[in-house]
């Protein structure tokens, strides 16, 4: 949810010439963990964000919640604007898609790296939740209905 939030802050600072503060800043910090997880010799930003003392481990678990919290807030500034442009059919199953190819994409990674970790089947089934949910928040379908079966309705 990084890149439609990220366009939806600029949106919004176009339209109402006010920064949205919590979003932005949850994604700055979710950027930071992710820079420091892969990027190596930044010995500099662990000694003054003090992450260098944190274990990969407890940073996967705040990353986790930290992208719970980026999508309660995206959903919130996302229901107030009336069309931002996500809402497209086609841009929200091409983006849900793309993001299931990378899941199953880092699933192959991590079978190849370590064998009796993960199968292949269940690489499939971990990377099916994330898609479907980013697609029906994309299309603001946050409640089930039951005539709303069809993927395009």
């Not at 003054?48 to 930290?66: D, F, I, K, W, Y």
């Not at 992208?67 to 996302?78: C, D, G, H, S």
């Not at 292949?120 to 697609?135: D, G, L, Q, S």
Request: glycine share 4%; with cysteine.
């Amino acid at each position: 949810m990084l890149l439609p939030c990220l366009y939806l802050l600029v949106k919004y600072y176009r339209e109402q010439k006010k920064i949205d503060w919590p979003l932005l800043i949850v994604n700055a910090v979710f950027l930071l963990m992710l820079v420091w997880m892969f990027v190596p010799h930044l010995g500099l930003l662990g000694k003054v964000t003090l992450l260098e003392r944190v274990p990969h481990a407890r940073l996967l678990v705040g990353m986790g919640l930290l992208n719970m919290l980026q999508l309660v807030l995206f959903i919130r500034r996302y229901v107030a604007f009336k069309d931002l442009g996500l809402r497209s059919n086609w841009f929200s199953f091409y983006y849900a898609v793309a993001i299931f190819f990378v899941e199953l994409w880092l699933g192959d990674i991590a079978l190849h790296r370590s064998i009796d970790f993960i199968t292949p089947h269940r690489i499939f089934a971990f990377a099916i939740p994330v898609p479907v949910v980013v697609y029906f928040v994309l299309r603001k379908r946050f409640v089930w209905r039951e005539r709303c079966w069809r993927p395009f309705c």
